[in-house]
């Protein structure tokens, strides 16, 4: 199992470049795999699930999605998936900024359509399921431009194809005027209490994204959120699903992977640069994430 496709909810990353800011996304979540962390990041996301299932949270509702159902993340939006028990999972999916339609230009396409997604004043439906109006459009024109950004076949069309940059941007806007078709951009809510804690909980995740690899307390991410310990820790579980230290644990054991794969350090280096001090504590922990130890964990990715 490669570690792109079980670390893609782990948001570190880069989406695309700077000409291009667009990347795809293959997902592959086995059996024994548990929870994806929350999550957010400025782009928009668009997927399907091509076999399986799992449950996805967004903007903090539950939903169970199945094969061939379609999954649209607005930017900014928080977001995780949990394993189904016993349950296989295997999705496809493009993330991209909204720079790619145009954002920057201020025109009557973007002021109308593109911008109030941007900033919020707009919203996606986040699933929409097979039968829907519009679902088999939208999945036949999502997989034309999976297709286009597969990265193996990127270089190659960009050289024997003249207008391939053109074509990318056709399919997107193209799926974008049947979302707006189809009623699956809808005008947000005013401010509400979700509204406000979906603000606090991306300061406390960034926060914790920025300092994993230090040693800090319950006590200290409540200060920084100006909550008491009591009341941050009943918040956090609320709003991610888990307490605030399996969180924190299960993001360093993410990156403590994502170290095993990438580089030869040793077992308990990749720990110990990652947040756990304990090198027995973290075997335990990754086992109990991954099913396997540190270093077969290794051995499989890079099979």
């Known amino acids: 199992m490669k570690e792109e496709e079980i670390s893609r909810f782990k948001e570190r990353a880069d989406h695309g470049d700077v000409l291009m800011p667009i990347r795809r996304y293959r997902c592959i979540v086995p059996n024994t795999y548990q ?11 668009i997927g399907w699930i091509e076999d399986g299932e799992i ?3 967004i903007d903090f ?15 900014r939006v928080l977001h995780a998936a949990h394993a189904v028990a016993g349950k296989g999972m295997i999705s496809d999916s493009l993330v991209f900024h909204l720079d790619m339609l145009g954002y920057q230009t201020p025109d009557a396409c973007t002021i109308r359509y593109i911008s109030p997604l941007q900033n919020g004043k707009y919203r996606f439906v986040p699933v929409v399921r097979c039968g829907q109006p519009g679902h088999e459009e939208l999945i036949e024109c999502l997989r034309e431009l999976l297709d286009r950004v597969q990265p193996k076949d990127a270089e ?17 806007f ?3 005027r049947l979302l707006y078709q189809h009623g699956y951009v809808v005008r947000n809510g005013g401010e509400s209490e979700d509204s406000g ?8 995740l960034t926060y914790i994204r920025s300092h994993y690899a230090e040693p800090f307390t319950v006590g200290q991410l409540a200060d920084f ?5 009591t009341y941050f820790m009943s918040f956090f579980k609320r709003y991610a699903g888990m307490t605030c230290m399996e969180y924190v644990n299960q993001y360093r054991l993410s990156r403590a992977a994502r170290t095993l794969v990438q580089t030869d350090r040793p077992v308990t280096e990749a720990a110990l640069e990652n947040g756990f001090r304990n090198i027995s504590y973290f075997n335990r922990q990754f086992r109990r994430q991954y ?6 964990y290794r051995k499989a990715a890079r099979q």
């Open 55 to 57: 449950d996805y949270v």
């Open 156 to 172: 190659k069309r960009r050289e024997e194809e003249t207008g391939e940059e053109l074509h990318r941007k056709e399919l997107l």
């Open 291 to 296: 099913g396997t130890t540190p270093r077969e």
């Open 225 to 229: 959120c100006h909550f008491s310990e």
């Open 61 to 75: 509702q539950s939903y169970r999605v199945k094969k061939g159902d379609l999954i649209l993340i607005a930017p």
């Open 197 to 204: 804690a979906a603000e606090k909980m991306k300061q406390v």
């Open 35 to 45: 929870d994806l962390s929350l999550h957010w990041h400025e782009e928009a996301e």
């Open 174 to 176: 193209r799926f974008f």
